[in-house]
């Protein structure tokens, strides 16, 4: 069992930055592959980026170039780093965690934290 922990979300301006974090407990992080989630309001939730457990990164196409996923075997802890936000990148964002090492945009999660919001004004 994982347990996800989501920090750092808040409130920007439009071309601004943020920097989300996820504290994993429960397992051997570093054998799990990670993955970032939003959903707005209204609308499904969509993924955004997933890291392996080796650091292969994938992105959405909506992010490419904006978005860092990163993460830190030793502190268990997996990051996006956010820059040149958008008012359409406003919605509530999940860590998600895998039990395989390997993840791409299309794989399934078995693990979720409860979310942190982030909202960007225009």
């Known amino acids: 069992q994982v347990q996800l922990v989501e920090s750092g979300g808040g409130l920007v301006q439009a071309g601004g930055s943020l920097t989300l974090s996820c504290a994993a407990s429960?397992?051997?992080?570093?054998?799990?592959?990670m993955g970032w989630y939003r959903q707005a309001a209204g609308n499904e939730r969509d993924v955004v980026a997933t890291?392996?457990?080796?650091?292969?990164?994938n992105y959405a196409d909506s992010v490419k170039g904006r978005f860092t996923i990163s993460r830190d075997n030793t502190k268990h802890t997996v990051y996006l780093q956010m820059n040149s936000l958008k008012p359409e990148d406003t919605a509530v964002y999940y860590c998600?965690?895998?039990?395989?090492?390997?993840?791409?945009?299309?794989?399934?999660?078995?693990?979720w934290g409860q979310g942190t919001q982030v909202t960007v004004s225009s």
């Open positions: 429960g397992s051997i992080f570093s054998v799990h592959a």
């Open positions: 890291i392996t457990s080796g650091g292969r990164t």
């Open positions: 998600a965690a895998r039990d395989l090492p390997t993840a791409t945009l299309m794989s399934s999660f078995d693990y």
